[in-house]
């Protein structure tokens, strides 16, 4: 096992993280087997679990984020091992937790915690994707590369919709079922934004469903504006051509 230097950000911690437990999930059947047991479960009722993530855990942590970890830890364990990428050598890192809750402190400071953090350059891919990509945005992507036969819009805005009226209970309640239809459309999810927003969902929980609405909208327009552009244009090769 390497030994590399704690993350500089909570998102970063985040990302670290999830990358761990997904790389642990494709590796260790017994692992992903164990984290699945901890779906839908308060933290009272995930004992088997502690053992792999409890050596994450920030010092200072509020219970929201503490629960975070658990909880998506479960989701990310709750699709097939064949559908993992195993992990590429023996090189993992040591969790960073510990060192980095100090600069951060126990509470998120911002409405959009995951959104205003600088990832480290070294960071490479795992911060290639945009650092908002909430899951309003998943849900857009869903239905644009669904089509048809995949989730209708009037499907995933009631889900989304469904999901920004919870309390931090029932999201946890709500949000396996709705993560499993994003993955039937083979649908990615950026599950430490995720982590980061169910962290603070007790105190921002109106400005993260505001962000989730937005994007998904946002991205939806720009898809049905971006259709019509393709139709117009396939339009005026057809009149062309006549």
């Not at 479960?41 to 502690?50: E, I, M, S, T, Y």
């Not at 036969?149 to 919709?161: I, Y």
Request: net charge negative.
């Amino acid at each position: 096992m390497t030994t590399t230097a704690p993350p500089a950000t909570r998102l970063a911690l985040y990302r670290t993280y999830v990358e761990e437990i997904t790389a642990r999930c494709g590796a260790d059947p017994g692992v992903r087997v164990a984290l699945r047991k901890g779906l839908r479960r308060g933290l009272d009722d995930v004992g088997a679990l502690h053992r792999i993530v409890a050596p994450w855990l920030p010092e200072e942590r509020g219970e929201a984020e503490e629960r975070a970890f658990y909880a998506v830890a479960a989701m990310i364990a709750d699709r097939p091992r064949h559908s993992f990428t195993a992990p590429a050598d023996d090189e993992t890192p040591e969790p960073g937790g510990q060192d980095s809750a100090a600069a951060v402190g126990n509470e998120p400071k911002t409405s959009a915690p995951a959104g205003e953090e600088t990832p480290p350059a070294e960071a490479g891919k795992a911060f290639a994707r945009a650092r908002r990509d909430s899951l309003g945005a998943s849900f857009a992507r869903a239905v644009t590369h669904g089509g048809q036969s995949g989730v209708r819009q009037d499907t995933a805005e009631a889900r989304l919709n469904l999901l920004t009226r919870q309390s931090l209970e029932g999201l946890h309640r709500h949000l396996p079922g709705s993560v499993r239809l994003l993955r039937a459309e083979d649908t990615d999810i950026d599950f430490a934004v995720l982590l980061a927003d169910l962290a603070a969902w007790p105190r921002y929980s109106k400005s993260i469903s505001r962000r989730w609405l937005q994007d998904f909208y946002r991205l939806r327009n720009s898809a049905l504006e971006a259709a019509a552009r393709r139709r117009d244009s396939e339009d005026d090769e057809t009149g062309d051509a006549n």
